[in-house]
């Protein structure tokens, strides 16, 4: 009995590279399944940022996450600003073009399976997109199937999380391919979306991604940390339409804080510098 050595192996991988990528960028690694189809535009559910349905409880829902409401989010674009034309290659975005102060919300992986994030996603209909790796949410799948309900992003981030330039163009398909079919299978909706781990991709990416039915490979702008964000730009401010990448994180890789005080956190963010949070998926 005992584990057996390939799944230690794997374990002890993981150990090694969620130590070694923890502060630094997207994407720390998480612990290690699921699989039928259909293709999604239309969730069940459509949060937006500062629904007017009633704003004194919209104020009280954020009052208790110590924040204050968001401005509403402009309506969607009538074309999509970002498109696959057909037969061409998926296109690579770290930004959404737009004028409108507005960001989108990426959470990444899902090692940290909160409920109360669950509640707090549900209370203040933030839309996020969360691109899930199998080997972070195998042993739990059910915990991200309320968030789903509740309309929002679901996107690949491969099986196992490895960083894609070291495989062969056969390895990669594979990685977002059974990535593909699992979360189809187990949430009911076809991913559109994929974020390589670490941001590292080449052309075989490309071609792997669009061979799975991918529209788009969305990197990110801003990366949250525990209390500041991360920024690409000199200037280290938030630019209309930037993608903000963050983690499924509880209080062992964030110091002691947990997922919402992260979340919390990262949304006062944004607010300050006068922005609010728009569907990435009514962009691309
Ligand atoms: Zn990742």
Redesign the pocket.
Known sequence: MGIPHHVKKTIVLWAALTAATLLVT????DRPAGTAPTRSSAPTATPTTGTPEDPAATAAAYRKWGLKPFAPAPAPPAAKPVRRAPGGPVPVISDIPTKDKIVFITI??GAEKDPAFVTMMKELKVPFTM?L?DAAIRNDYAYFQPLVAQGHGLAN?TLT?PDLRTLSPQAQRREICDQQTKLTGRYGTAPRLF?P??GNWNEATRTAAGQCGIDAIVLWRESMQITNMQYQRGDRKLHPGDIVLA?FRGPSELKGRTMTEMTATMLRRIQEQGFTVARLEDYV
Do not use: I, S
Not at 26 to 29: K, R
């Open positions: 997207g994407c720390t690694a990444d992986d691109f790796t981030h999380h974020r781990p670490y983690h």
